[in-house]
């Protein structure tokens, strides 16, 4: 197997590591692959966007989803590091509220998966990280949402000594009581 699976703490949302292949020359590795990713999360998905980031050290974006054309994401960074975080939005979930997060870089070349119905977010922990995402579905920006990445509610425990650089959505993100979230 080219992947390995590790579970997080909310069972739906994915840690995936594939096997580097290194040598002098560098390394190579499969960043995707539609069979073995369905063959070992047992989710077949169709990919129809790709978004590349760059962000400075200390930059927070999210907790972003949309309420209407809910987006998958195969999340990973190609450069720097960051905490990349997963917030369960499905009322009738019994993990509503509960987050999981994990350390991505450009050295571990972890990815993760976070289904739709989840909020997705991430802050920038080296000096620069650039960020490459996958999503199901198109950016319907009329039904995009953010959830405020500091809400006491959900405990987020972000590895950060510092406030965040946010843009003005995320600043004015809701609180996990008044957001819309998934039936």
Same mark, same amino acid.
């Given at each position: 197997?080219?992947?390995?699976?590790?579970?997080?703490?909310?069972?739906?949302?994915?840690?995936?590591?594939?096997?580097?292949?290194?040598?002098?020359?560098?390394?190579?590795?499969?960043?995707?692959?539609?069979?073995?990713?369905?063959?070992?999360?047992?989710?077949?998905?169709?990919?129809?966007?790709?978004?590349?980031?760059?962000?400075?050290?200390?930059?927070?974006?999210?907790?972003?989803?949309?309420?209407?054309?809910?987006?998958?994401? &195969?999340?990973?960074?190609?450069?720097?590091?960051?905490?990349?975080?997963?917030?369960? %939005?499905?009322? *009738?979930? $019994?993990?509503? #509220?509960?987050?999981?997060?994990?350390?991505?870089?450009?050295?571990?070349?972890?990815?993760?998966?976070?289904?739709?119905?989840?909020?997705?977010?991430?802050?920038?922990?080296?000096?620069?990280?650039?960020? &490459?995402?996958?999503?199901?579905?198109?950016?319907?920006?009329?039904?995009?949402?953010? %959830?405020?990445? *500091?809400? $006491?509610?959900? #405990?987020?425990?972000?590895?950060?000594?510092?406030?965040?650089?946010?843009?003005?959505?995320?600043?004015?993100?809701?609180?996990?009581?008044?957001?819309?979230?998934?039936?």
């Amino acid at each position: 197997m080219a992947i390995q699976i590790k579970d997080t703490s909310l069972p739906e949302i994915k840690l995936i590591e594939p096997k580097v292949f290194g040598d002098a020359r560098g390394y190579f590795y499969e960043s995707f692959n539609a069979r073995e990713f369905a063959e070992q999360t047992g989710v077949d998905v169709t990919f129809v966007q790709d978004n590349h980031s760059r962000s400075s050290k200390g930059v927070l974006r999210g907790l972003h989803y949309q309420i209407e054309h809910a987006q998958g994401k &195969l999340v990973r960074v190609v450069e720097g590091e960051v905490f990349d975080v997963a917030v369960d %939005l499905r009322k *009738n979930s $019994p993990n509503f #509220g509960a987050w999981t997060g994990a350390l991505l870089s450009e050295s571990n070349h972890r990815q993760m998966w976070v289904p739709p119905g989840f909020a997705h977010g991430f802050v920038v922990l080296s000096d620069m990280a650039q960020f &490459l995402y996958k999503t199901t579905d198109y950016w319907y920006p009329e039904h995009e949402r953010s %959830l405020l990445w *500091n809400d $006491p509610a959900l #405990g987020i425990d972000w590895p950060i000594d510092f406030e965040p650089l946010l843009a003005a959505k995320d600043a004015a993100g809701k609180l996990l009581s008044d957001a819309d979230h998934f039936a």
